[in-house]
């Protein structure tokens, strides 16, 4: 089934809510509904067609239509379509259904658009702060654009501080985090922990966000998008980088050269290779195996070598910009990759075959930090999590980007459903991608690295995309603006829904497990902003603020 | 002159041990290392890891503080006591101080150190990591213990010079006993000096050092040298339960017989802290359990004579 063939199936059951559909393509759907429609085509595209539930998304749409407008996107993956359901809503009533009852994955993502746009989601079960700082104060949305970039609104209170809801009864408090030596970056998880067993927790994030999408809306021009993408995440960003291009260029109806598209496949696999080895060294250290830690890092170490011969960096690659790429592979770079390739298959090989027969390992990671099919069709997760219940889902292969279409590989599954399986579905994509590399190596065409674009970039218009993370599906919505800029863009990183299901992967697990439960997720959260001081001698504390700290290291 | 010898051999003893238990924890870390494929630190570094940590600045910390420091500075005392009543290459200088019971109350004491430091902590972590190490006391000291009164019943006798002089293998015709009892210590060895797999109450990545949550410093120092020694005697400990031989050779040939069987102990540790993931504390317990079930079985056909 195509786009459009999808799309008459909404009409048969639904046909006088749709006000009218885009098809750009065989590929991408985007179906206007009225707004007290929407829940119901959500159920029906959900729960009856199957799909899977990706991101919603708010907008502040006043400059171009006076209103407000909601996006709910799905994937058919066996379809290879993306599907955004959208809503305009009146800007003097911004409510919505919510549709979390239907969609649980959907939770955050609502939540996220009360904070930053200001609609409502009606009848949502757990309406509490998500994104916004504690302190902040009610009524003030970031993402509105009558909202400046640096405003800080008035009332803002630098102490607030986050209401947590009561704990079970007969359970203690153990607080996980924002520091803790397996969480490489801030976030909290209040466990509620009964004797080693946890029974559940709270989670408060987005300690550090950054606002890098109202940045992209109101600064940052499209080419420096991609930039400030990949600085998202400091594992998978080349990953945001590319999903941002492409996202444009399905936009606009731009394409990249061939070339590029397997140079972007090439660096795509190579941060794939860096991620997942970095990951089971992770994953070892936290179950206290630090041999094996040390060394799928020194075997990880080479392919960071050849992503700074190619880009000038080890990380943060600069790759892509709209309609192409920035740096070529040469044949010497060619060539090297290819030894460097042949020396981690046989290196990994032999870690692959030593941890396959390691009891030890396996007694602390099979039946632990469970997610089955349910759970990841409920909260839409994705990536080696999803693969390892068993889900066969790989965004490389059910909406080909890229050279993707013109190489070959396996999707691996598992299962198991547990941390064993996504160690397993991990070591095996190594070899997956190593494939998928030396293919383009062979295949790649000469040609241009770049599409010349003569004019400026039309507005109005809408792009998804989404693109196979080392952690999952990354997926770009963006529509297209003014001033050489987007009018808005939505990134929805993969851990944005695997976190989601991090409670209930932890719930009646034993305390010792919860590390490597939350670690098989490979999260990435994204520095801090206050510290607290002491005085000894006299017990005056001091609370030093986000400003002060700037103010002592930049001022005089 | 017989008191005096034995102040000056526990004294020797404990200079003995405080000098060569950094030295084993920098093989240790350089053996680990290379299995790692890593360079790793000079052989020497550990001594300079514990004269950085004893020169810093001593904060009070944790909810009692007063109890923190005690238990640091009993931790230490209490493994270097321990060190007169062990014999090193020589006779245990201590020898008729007392006997193999007060060993075992020793043993005991360092855990229940642990256990205070980590009530003084207060913290929820350092709570957690000591009621993992009271499990592990529990199913544990018990092993120690069968061993040595095993050793006890073949010779009839509690005199440390007699027990820890390979007492597992005095029973008459073959030692079934003591065999036995050498492959339980030799499993759980590991758990008796703290290391992976069964560093469980510690557990930097889960709950961040446990009960050593709040030290640091000259007690964080006190307290790494306690586990350093505890490496060496642990494994002196051994050798004379269980692989005396040899060291009733003439002086430098069984004295450096002795320390070249505690230092392939210290080797074996290293390799199976390298080469094994952090056991769960049930998983453990049930591991020691199954240690303990044997051990006792050992201790019966000790008492039959075998």
């Known amino acids: ?556 | 002159m017989n008191i005096m010898c034995a102040i000056l051999g526990s004294l020797g003893n404990v200079a003995l041990v405080l000098l060569v238990a950094p030295f084993f924890q920098g093989v240790l870390r350089k053996v680990t290392a290379l299995i790692q494929s890593r360079k790793g630190p000079p052989l020497w570094q550990p001594y300079f890891d514990l004269l950085k940590l004893l020169g810093k600045e001593d904060l009070e910390s944790g909810q009692t503080p007063v109890m923190q420091r005690f238990a640091a500075y009993l931790s230490l005392a209490t493994v270097l006591t321990l060190a007169g009543f062990v014999p090193m290459g020589f006779p245990a200088p201590l020898d008729g101080a007392g006997d193999v019971i007060l060993v075992i109350y020793l043993l005991t004491l360092s855990g229940i150190c642990t256990l205070l430091a980590g009530l003084a902590a207060g913290s929820t972590y350092s709570l957690v990591g000591i009621s993992r190490e009271m499990m592990t006391m529990i199913a544990l000291e018990p092993l120690f213990a069968v061993a040595i009164v095993a050793g006890a019943v073949h010779t009839g006798t509690f005199r440390l010079d007699t027990v820890l002089n390979g007492s597992v293998y005095a029973s008459g015709g073959f030692p079934w006993s003591g065999v036995v009892l050498l492959a339980v210590m030799l499993l759980s060895f590991q758990a008796f000096v703290q290391r992976v797999p069964f560093d469980i109450a510690e557990a930097e990545t889960e709950l961040m050092e446990g009960p050593l949550i709040e030290y640091s410093g000259p007690k964080l120092a006190l307290f790494k040298y306690a586990q350093m020694a505890k490496l060496v005697i642990y494994s002196a400990l051994f050798v004379g339960l269980f692989a005396p031989w040899g060291s009733a050779l003439p002086f430098p040939l069984g004295w450096l017989c002795f320390w070249a069987k505690v230092f392939g102990l210290v080797l074996l540790v290293t390799l199976v802290a390298a080469t094994h993931a952090r056991y769960r504390i049930d998983q453990a317990l049930r591991y020691f359990a199954g240690l303990l079930a044997l051990a006792l079985g050992a201790l019966v056909l000790a008492s039959c004579g075998y």
């Open chain 1, 1 to 556: 089934m195509n786009a459009r063939d999808r799309l008459n199936q909404l009409k048969a059951k639904l046909g006088p809510a749709i006000l009218r559909a885009d098809l750009p393509g065989e590929t991408r759907l985007f179906v206007f509904v009225e707004p007290s429609a929407l829940k119901a085509i959500c159920q029906h595209i959900f729960r009856d067609l199957d799909a899977r539930y990706v991101i919603s998304i708010g907008l502040d749409d006043r400059p171009f239509s006076g209103k407000f407008l909601v996006a709910h996107d799905f994937a058919f993956d066996r379809d290879h379509v993306l599907c955004s359901v959208l809503a305009y809503l009146p800007a003097d009533n911004l409510k919505v259904d919510s549709i979390c009852d239907v969609v649980p994955g959907a939770n955050w993502a609502e939540r996220e658009i009360r904070d930053l746009v200001g609609i409502e989601p009606q009848g949502h079960p757990y309406l509490k702060r998500l994104v916004l700082p504690d302190g902040w104060p009610d009524g003030v949305h970031p993402l509105r654009k009558d909202v400046p970039w640096n405003q800080v609104p008035e009332g803002f209170d630098e102490e607030g501080e986050f209401k947590f809801d009561d704990p079970p009864e007969g359970c203690t408090v153990v607080p996980f985090g924002p520091f803790h030596p397996t969480l490489d970056e801030p976030a909290h998880f209040r466990l509620y922990v009964e004797g080693e067993m946890v029974r559940g927790c709270e989670y408060r994030g987005f300690m550090v966000h950054r606002g890098i999408e109202k940045l992209a809306e109101s600064v940052l021009t499209y080419d420096d998008i991609p930039m400030m993408a990949e600085r998202i995440c400091g594992i998978c960003g080349c990953v945001h980088n590319v999903t941002f291009a492409q996202a444009v260029e399905t936009a606009v109806a731009l394409r990249a050269p061939p070339r590029a598209e397997y140079i972007r496949t090439i660096m795509l696999e190579i941060e794939r290779l860096h991620s997942h080895l970095l990951w089971v060294g992770l994953a070892c250290h936290i179950v206290g195996f630090d041999t094996l830690f040390m060394q799928s890092w020194r075997i990880r170490e080479p392919i960071m070598w050849m992503a700074e011969k190619i880009s000038g960096n080890r990380k943060t690659y600069a790759l892509c910009v709209i309609g192409g790429v920035r740096w070529d592979i040469t044949p010497e770079v060619k060539a090297e990759l290819r030894q460097v390739l042949d020396k981690l298959e046989a290196e990994w090989r032999a870690v692959v075959a030593a941890v396959s027969k390691d009891k030890n390992i396996q007694k602390r990671t099979r039946g632990v930090g469970v997610a089955d099919k349910t759970l990841v069709k409920n909260v839409g997760l994705i990536g080696p999590v999803a693969r390892a219940a068993g889900t066969d889902i790989d965004c490389r292969r059910d909406h080909p980007y890229a050279a993707y279409d013109r190489v070959e590989f396996d999707v691996i599954t598992e299962a198991g459903c547990d941390v064993w399986s996504r160690v397993v579905v991990r070591m095996k994509e190594v070899f997956e991608s190593i494939r998928i590399i030396r293919q383009c190596l062979e295949k790649m065409e000469e040609g241009p690295l770049q599409t010349p674009i003569e004019d400026e970039l039309p507005a109005g218009r809408i792009g998804v995309s989404s693109v196979e993370a080392p952690r999952g599906e990354s997926h770009h919505f963006v529509i297209t603006g003014e001033n050489n800029r987007p009018h808005r863009w939505r990134v929805r990183a993969p851990t944005y829904q695997n976190l989601q299901a991090v409670p209930m992967m932890i719930k009646d697990q034993q305390l010792a497990d919860m590390t490597i439960s939350l670690g098989s997720i490979d999260p990435c959260f994204s520095c801090t902003d206050r510290l607290e001081t002491i005085d000894l001698k006299s017990g005056v504390r001091r609370v030093w603020s986000q400003e002060d700290l700037i103010k002592m290291v930049r001022g005089r």
